[in-house]
């Protein structure tokens, strides 16, 4: 399948997995760029050595195209950035910061740079700054989101709208029929995260992949909007979050039950009572771990499969 993504990224199908702290290491990124996909490393939570190594075993793991997700507040972005040219990572997807500040830099490096948003103000920021396409990511995303709870639906036209560069739709999407709805939406690809997650290949902890896949109906909700808004399953820290917000809690309290790292006692570490267990409202979709090349797969031949079937609603 050809078109601008696709041409863009040298894939051959519009299918990107996104990159997520914890859960994206190089066996994932690999197994996708590998089932035709583009594959990104996670670096948000890996120390510049340990993104090196992953970027190393994903080139011997695959030739085909791969990236690394960067989010610009990482502490040691400069150090990240020198190795990803260094190792000659063609395609960078930035989020979480200002894409004036390292677009042109990376983009003089000879690397495809894509601007991860949630509203149109930092679409066009992004546009601004030359970056080669965007991501819109809606309200039903798990983990780092906006703040404006703008959902997919409404997203995807808006930035098609007022922006003229290639657009990958983000949020909600774990499904063929979701990726159609995203095509039909103005998008060129879609950006998949939580269904990703529940894979053999997914470097998050089995107790957390169990419990991606038992998640239900109105099992995640996107909170901490004071501090960074996150959508997460909702546990003992979620209920201990609550807790707070009932006492009128401040910011200070908030960061304070928050802490250090529990991010990675949740999804890497397994701790589903006191872990932070970031993912998507699709979870309640999502029932069996799977390999990510069947994730590709199926993903595709639902997409044809809804387009057609929908193509016929008006014929009848
Ligand atoms: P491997 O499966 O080869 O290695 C797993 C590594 O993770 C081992 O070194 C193991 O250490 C370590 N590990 C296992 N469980 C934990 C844990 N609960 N907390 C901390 N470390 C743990 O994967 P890679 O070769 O891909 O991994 C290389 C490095 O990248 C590791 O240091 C790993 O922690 C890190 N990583 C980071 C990811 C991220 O998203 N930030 C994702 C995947 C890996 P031991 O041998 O002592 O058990
Ligand atoms: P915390 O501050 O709670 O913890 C930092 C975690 O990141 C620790 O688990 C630490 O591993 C790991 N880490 C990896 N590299 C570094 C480094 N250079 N310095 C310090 N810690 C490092 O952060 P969170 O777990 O909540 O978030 C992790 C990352 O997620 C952030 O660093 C940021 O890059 C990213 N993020 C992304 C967003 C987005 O994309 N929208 C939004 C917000 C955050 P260890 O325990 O082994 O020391």
Redesign the pocket.
Known sequence: MRNSITELFQIEYPIIQGGM?WCSGWELASAVSNAGGLGLIG??????E?LKSHIIKCKSATDKPFGV?L?L????IDKHISIIIEEKVPIVFT??GNPGKYTSFLKNNGITVVH?IANLKFAKKAEEAGVDALVAEGFEAG???GREETTTMSLVPLIRKHTNIPLIAAGGIGTGQAMAAALCLGADAVQVGSRFVATNESSAHQNFKNSVIKAGDGSTELTLKEL?P?RLLKNNFYNKVQELYQKDASDEELAEL???????KGMFEGDLDDG?LEIGQVAAQINELIPAKQVVNELMSDCRKTLSERNNLFNN
């Open positions: 702290i670096a948000g939570s890996m120390y510049p340990i997700n989010p507040l990482y502490p040691d989020s979480a991860v983990g780092h989101n960074t996150v928050l802490g250090r790292g529990r991010a990675k932070e």
